[in-house]
């Protein structure tokens, strides 16, 4: 029991990636076009996976409004990827939960399945060369600090 609850607080926060590997790229339907992964090279990514019944993206949202207003002029980008198959709820959520950040859809789970997601809100912190360096299950207020360090690293890291 307690090798369980120690494993689930080790994914808690951004883990350095046990293996770095390139991020696996991809062509979703966007707000305003189709995203694709490759289009950000030569940027920080957070690349978060969300779904409208996830309590912790609720949360999320806002921090990450502010992190992509405080770091976008720096090279920094955050592309949110829904999951619900039904776009209708990811429109209400995001009523709610406006963004300023770039929106993606995967109604039938193509992307989260090639980044073997493992829980919800799902987010993978990727260079500037598009390494994955870093990744989080879930959002924990008590751990934005953490999350802002690592972005602020690899904004300072070299291409």
Request: aromatic content about 14%; glycine content about 6%.
């Amino acid at each position: 029991m307690k090798y369980i609850k120690i494993t689930t607080v080790f994914f808690l926060f951004f883990t350095s990636a046990v293996n770095a590997q390139q991020a696996p790229d991809f062509t979703l339907a966007g707000i305003e076009g189709t995203i694709t992964l490759s289009q950000f090279k030569g940027k920080v990514v957070l690349l978060d996976f969300w779904a409208s019944w996830c309590r912790p993206c609720r949360q999320s949202f806002p921090w990450m409004n502010a992190m992509q207003a405080k770091y976008g002029a720096q090279g920094f980008e955050i592309i949110a990827i829904n999951v619900d198959k039904d776009r209708v709820l990811a429109d209400e959520f995001l009523k709610k939960l406006p963004s300023n950040f770039t929106l993606a859809f995967d109604p039938k789970g193509t992307v989260a399945a090639m980044y073997r997601l493992k829980g919800m809100p799902y987010a993978f912190l990727i260079d500037k060369r598009g390494i994955i360096r870093k990744q989080h299950i879930g959002f924990h207020k008590r751990k934005v600090h953490l999350y802002e360090a690592s972005i602020k690293k690899l904004l300072r890291d070299k291409p």
